[in-house]
């Protein structure tokens, strides 16, 4: 399941869609102080997992990554192909 986090003081989860094999893809992208996640099993069609508004200053904004296994055994997974662009989206709600 891709599964997006903010904190503001205290975490929030926000559970997405469910993966239905072994790869997905996750874009985060900000139009001034909007940012958005989407989410994407194939790599090109994105769906919205969530938007919101972050009033601190670029500088003290952090992204990661992780992976966790809560049921079950685990799991291995590889992060590959992580990329940063100074590209701006036409519309953030669809990904476009």
């Known amino acids: 399941m891709l599964v997006t986090v ?3 003081g205290v975490a929030d989860d926000a559970n997405s869609f469910t ?3 072994d790869r997905a893809w996750m874009r ?3 139009v001034g ?3 958005a996640f989407h989410g ?3 790599g090109s069609h994105w769906e919205l997992l969530r938007v919101f508004r972050l009033d601190v200053p670029l500088a003290d904004v952090r ?3 992780e992976v966790q296994s ?3 055994d685990g799991c291995a997974v590889r992060f590959d192909d992580i990329r ?3 590209t701006t989206l036409a519309e953030l709600r669809d990904g476009s």
Request: net charge neutral; with cysteine.
């Open 19 to 21: 993966i239905e094999g």
């Open 70 to 72: 809560p049921h079950g």
């Open 6 to 8: 903010v904190c503001r």
């Open 33 to 35: 102080q909007a940012y």
């Open 84 to 86: 940063f662009a100074s």
């Open 28 to 30: 985060v992208s900000r």
């Open 63 to 65: 992204v990661g990554f």
């Open 40 to 42: 994407s099993t194939d």
